[in-house]
Every structure is written in C-alpha cells, then in structure tokens.
C-alpha cells in the first residue's frame, strides 16, 4: 500500500461534494492519519474539510451558461491550483464536474508537474463527444470510471483507468415512510416527488413546468401532495414558487424518508433518478437546455438513444423521457396520471428499474470504498 500522507479532493457541484465526502470517510478508514484538504461543499465540509476556495458559481448547464461562467472558473482554477502547490499533496483527485475540473487539473499541472493527479468519474463520453478522453489521458494520471463500458474508450491512451461504480448504488438505505408520514400529516394522502436539479439552470428550466403541473393537478385532486428535496444553497428559490400549501420543500436530510414516501416522482435527469430507482418509486424524466445547447447536443454530440441511465442500461425506454420541447406541463401531467391511476404500469415499471439497476452493479462494493482502495493502491 501507498503511503500517502496528504490528500487534496476538488469537488464543484453537490453530486460530487456528496461523493467527496463519502470518499474522504472511505480513505480515513484506511488511513486515519491522512490529512486531507480541498474545495467542495456543505458535505464535505462536515467530514473536516472546508473549502479553501468557493464553488458559487460554477454549477452551470448548457453552452451560454458555461460562456457566462468562464472567466470564473478560470480565475477559481488558478486559485485552488496555488493552495494545491502550497499544501504539497501526494495525490490529487478531482471529481465530476467535466468544465471545472479540466481547467483545475490543467492548473495543478503546470505547477506540479510530476503531481499525481486523478479524475474520479469522468463525463459521459458514452453519449457525447467520445474525444475528450484523449483530453483526459493527456491531464490526468488515472481514470475512475462509473461505468465498466467506459473502459473501451481509454484503451491505447497513457492513463490508467479503473471501475469505481455507480456512486448511487452505494447509497442503498431505504428510508422511514411511516415516521415521515407521520410527521407531515400525510396519511391517506398521494404523494408525488417534485425533483427539479441541483444545477441553477435546470431549476430555471423546469421549475416554472412544475409549478404548473401542482397548480393545475391540485384543482381535481384534493388528495395530492407535492415533495421537492432541494439543498440549503436552492431552498429559497424554490419556495418563492412554490405554487400551494402541499407542495412541502424538505431539507437533504430527510431526502430517504420522502423518497420511501413517494408514489412517483417527476425528476431531472441525473443521479437523483438511480436514487428514486434504489426507493422503488417509478420515475417520470424531465429535462431541458437552452435552444442552442440543445441543438449542438441533439445534432452533433448524442451518441446515446437516452439520457437516463437507467434506461441506457435496459437498452429501452422504461421510464419516460420528456426532453426540451416535450417537456411540458400538458405532458408531465398526462404521464403522472397514466401512473397514479394505474397501479400495475407502477409495478411493471418498478420491476423494469429493479433490473436496470442490477445490470448496473447495484448491490456491489461502494464507489467510495473502491475509490479509497485505487488511491492506496494504483
């Protein structure tokens, strides 16, 4: 085993602040002494490691967000890369995150040269633009993948590339539905998750559709309640439209007990759509770009039939994909219904989510604990 001594984890977006932290706890169980620094968020923030330099304003999505956002993520690159050569780690991982991470890594490179520097979960050159992992091999050192058809795309490049797993998969608890029912007031009542993002431009993009579909669901079903999960940073926004008194805006920590809750849930794709899957709550996809991201992505990068991992990994259409323009109020509602008064499409679809998340791995080892290993091990 390695012996490393000092660990520096750079996480820009809340999935990847949420696997840094469990990352960092996995590699104090092997090495209680390491001292570990970095820049992330809240989560990794309460294991011990604050951020030295701030993530406001790097979650974006889409190519006019990311032109708005340049000139922050560069000048944030060069800051983190100086506190990286200050603190003189004996490695670097930088999680997720494809526009802020490349820059920062490209930055530690310069003045680390011979730093060992790796990328834990790469983008999704499965779906779109299978080039960047030239980009890759030629920043970083290592590789950890989510997925092992990855792997394909690295061969023959001069970087090593390993199989973490699919960091939800790892998260298997299944919440308290009772205990939180209870505590809501929400016996005898339907209740549909409201899941709009992370990211400040996909609640920009379907949290006006959502309002709509509670407001307009709410007229003709008195037994309907609405739950959106949403991090501290995104809870104001997104009471300021909240539409009605039951639509409940709930803190992350009580994301398993709502989810253990839900009868179906209306999501943005991304790794909240495995966590659903993991609850056995039947999903309803919403997402939506900008008209000119979403043309260059339909027209010249989509490799990928779907955006959903889950259906990638079923090789069809299980759970319902309404993207850019047929992401509407109109149709959301039309597929909720379709759900919530049918309750052996709800079974056929949870069963359909149960084998997709068997192909993809669930009920292996942990991402992070696998991570850890690959760190003291390479």
Known sequence: ?????????????????????????AVRAISPDIEIRGMGGDKMAAVGVPPLVS????????????IGAWKIARNKAREIAVFVKDFEPDAVVLIDSWGFTTRAAKEVRKLMPNARIIKMVGPQIWATRPGRAKIIAQIYDEIWCIHEFELPFYQGLDIKAKVIGNPALGRVEIGDAAKFKAKYNLSGKRIIGMLPGSRGNEIKYLLPIMTVVVTEMSKTNQDLVFITVAADTMKARIAENKARDNWLIIDEAEKLDAFATMDLALACSGTVTSELAIAGVPIIVGYKLDSFTYFVVKNFLLRSKFVTLLNVAAGKEIAKELLQNELSAENAIANILHLLDNETARKTQIAAQNQALKTMGLGGEKAATRAAQYLFNP
């Not at 390695?2 to 932290?21: C, M, Q, R, T």
């Not at 993530?55 to 990311?66: D, F, I, N, P, Q």
């Open 1 to 25: 085993m390695n012996n490393l001594k000092k660990l520096f984890v750079i996480a820009a977006e809340p999935s990847g602040d949420s696997l840094g932290a469990d990352f960092i706890a």
């Open 55 to 66: 993530t406001e304003g790097l979650s974006v999505l889409g190519l006019v967000e990311a």
